[in-house]
Nanobody
C-alpha cells in the first residue's frame, strides 16, 4: 500500500519561499503523474501543480510563475518550490496522483503566509 508523506511547510512572511517534499513509500510512482493540491479553511481541495512521469508540468493560474513542481524518480519524491508567497497561499498542502486513483491522502503539510 502506497503511503504519501508531505513535509517542508511552515510559517513564512509574504514574499518568502518554501520547498515542500512528498515522499512515497510502499510502491514506486515512477510511471505515475503526480500533483500537489491545497486546501484552505472552509474551501475545497484544489490542484495547484502537476507533473507527468516524463517531467511535463502544468500549474494553476494562481501559482503560475511562482511555484515549480519537480520530481526525483530515484527517490520516489515530488517537490514543490514556492516563491513569492502570498497570504492567499495559506493552506494545507497535499500530494497525490493526477488524476486521483484512490490513494489514501497523507497528513499534508501546513503552509502559513503571514507577517
Amino acid at each position: 500500500q502506497v503511503q504519501l508523506v508531505e513535509s517542508g511547510g511552515g510559517l513564512v512572511q509574504p514574499g518568502g519561499s518554501l520547498r515542500l517534499s512528498c515522499a512515497a513509500s510502499g510502491s514506486t510512482l515512477i510511471l505515475t503523474a503526480m500533483a500537489w493540491y491545497r486546501q484552505a479553511p472552509g474551501k475545497q481541495r484544489d490542484m495547484v501543480a502537476r507533473i507527468t512521469s516524463s517531467g511535463s508540468t502544468n500549474y494553476a493560474d494562481s501559482v503560475k510563475g511562482r511555484f515549480t513542481i519537480s520530481r526525483d524518480n530515484a527517490k520516489n519524491t515530488v517537490y514543490l518550490q514556492m516563491n513569492s508567497l502570498k497570504p492567499e497561499d495559506t493552506a494545507v498542502y497535499y500530494c497525490n496522483t493526477y488524476p486521483l486513483v484512490g490513494l489514501t491522502w497523507g497528513q499534508g503539510t501546513q503552509v502559513t503566509v503571514s507577517s
